[in-house]
């Protein structure tokens, strides 16, 4: 599976926008890049997901570049509520069915 | 409408023993997949089923099990548990096996 490298940690203020950075140098054509995060003692939740555009929904933005080497999960005004940990994940569509997680962004949300 | 329901929320079980732990799909949905999360592993795949069928698997030994009943619900199973198995067990369902998932809140599984 191609992988991918995001920062172990951010920290964003209240009602501000959040950039969380995603790197998929090995990503291949069919591979889309899916969002998920996890609140607090609860299961992953899904975010957001794209192949080649930019996609938007009203839980966030998904920015990805030209060659499709990163992307970038927008949170247009943080809030307490966003504060988790954020998985950027590349899935094939097709094949392997699976969500290989990796560590992901813990994003703290300050007041 | 509903979402994904684990059962139960908590377990404490004895080294030797046996678990089943249960999970209930989102209404129309056919994949349900498992996963274990531990602080030191993470999120980790278990299998995926579809249909009744295991379709997919992950790296763990054969202790692990599950099925999938007509009524897409599944049961995951794991014997002889041992320390290291105590985790947060976690079952997602989808409408295909190529659509988002959702995650129930998991089972909290202790081994002692």
């Known amino acids: 599976d191609a992988k991918t490298t995001q920062p172990n940690s951010m920290e964003s203020n209240e009602e501000e926008p959040v950039h969380l950075p995603c790197n998929h140098s090995?990503?291949?054509?069919?591979?889309?890049i899916h969002w998920y995060r996890q609140l607090p003692s609860q299961g992953p939740e899904y975010v957001i997901h794209?192949?080649?555009s930019n996609v938007n929904n009203r839980m966030a933005s998904l920015a990805i570049a030209e060659d499709r080497k990163s992307s970038t999960l927008i949170l247009h005004r943080a809030t307490l509520r966003d504060a988790a940990v954020y998985y950027c994940?590349?899935?094939?569509?097709?094949?392997?069915?699976?969500?290989?997680f990796g560590s992901g962004t813990q994003l703290t949300v300050l007041p | 409408k509903a979402g994904v329901t684990q059962t139960p929320r908590y377990l404490i079980k004895t080294r030797g023993q046996q678990v089943t732990l249960s999970c209930s799909p989102i209404s129309g949905h056919r994949s349900v997949s498992w996963y274990q999360q531990t602080p030191g592993q993470g999120l980790q795949f278990l299998f995926e089923y579809f249909s009744e069928t295991q379709r997919n698997k992950g790296n763990f030994p054969g202790r692990f099990s599950g099925r999938q009943f007509s009524n897409s619900r599944s049961e995951m199973n794991v014997s002889t548990l041992e320390l290291g198995d105590s985790a947060l067990y976690l079952c997602?369902?989808?409408?295909?096996?190529?659509?988002?998932?959702?995650f129930g809140q998991g089972t909290r599984l202790t081994v002692v």
């Open positions: 994940i590349l899935r094939v569509t097709g094949s392997a069915r699976q969500l290989t």
């Open positions: 794209g192949l080649t």
């Open positions: 997602a369902s989808s409408l295909t096996v190529h659509t988002e998932a959702f």
């Open positions: 090995t990503i291949s054509g069919t591979d889309y």
